[in-house]
C-alpha cells in the first residue's frame, strides 16, 4: 500500500503527464482532504491577467454554490482571499441569486458566489 505522500508524487506525475484528464474518486479526495493541515496558506496564485477575455477555468478562483447559509459557512473560511485586493493585484467578485432559465425567475434559496484574483494594470 502506498503511503498518501507517494499517493501525492504519483497523482502530481499523472497531473503533468496527463493520458487523459485526471480526477479523483472520492475515497482518495476524503484522504487528501483530510490530511491538508488547516491553514494551509495560499501561495502561488495563477491571477487572470487583467486584460483577459473568455473562460478563466485555467486560472485560481473559488466558485461556491447553494443556500446562503452554505455559501455564508464556506466563505466565511476563505478570508485570506481578501488580501489579495490590492497592490499588484484585484479581486473579481461576484454573489448573486441565481435564476430559473425556462422561467426567468429568481431561485428562492439558490446562491452564487465567485471570487477570482485578477492582475492590475496588467502587471501580477
Not at 30 to 48: D, E
Amino acid at each position: 500500500m502506498v503511503d498518501f505522500k507517494q499517493w501525492c508524487e504519483q497523482e502530481y506525475n499523472n497531473i503533468q503527464n496527463p493520458a487523459k484528464p485526471w480526477k479523483a474518486k472520492k475515497p482518495e479526495i476524503i484522504r487528501y482532504w483530510n490530511a491538508l493541515p488547516p491553514s494551509v496558506p495560499i501561495q502561488s496564485v495563477n491571477v487572470v491577467p487583467n486584460d483577459y477575455r473568455g473562460s478563466t477555468y485555467m486560472y485560481d478562483g473559488v466558485r461556491v454554490t447553494g443556500s446562503r447559509q452554505f455559501i455564508n459557512g464556506v466563505v466565511s473560511r476563505l478570508k485570506d482571499i481578501i488580501n489579495y485586493d490590492g497592490g499588484n493585484t484585484k479581486l473579481f467578485l461576484r454573489f448573486h441569486q441565481q435564476v430559473d432559465k425556462k422561467t426567468d425567475q429568481p431561485l428562492p434559496n439558490s446562491f452564487v458566489f465567485y471570487a477570482q484574483v485578477r492582475g492590475q494594470d496588467g502587471k501580477v
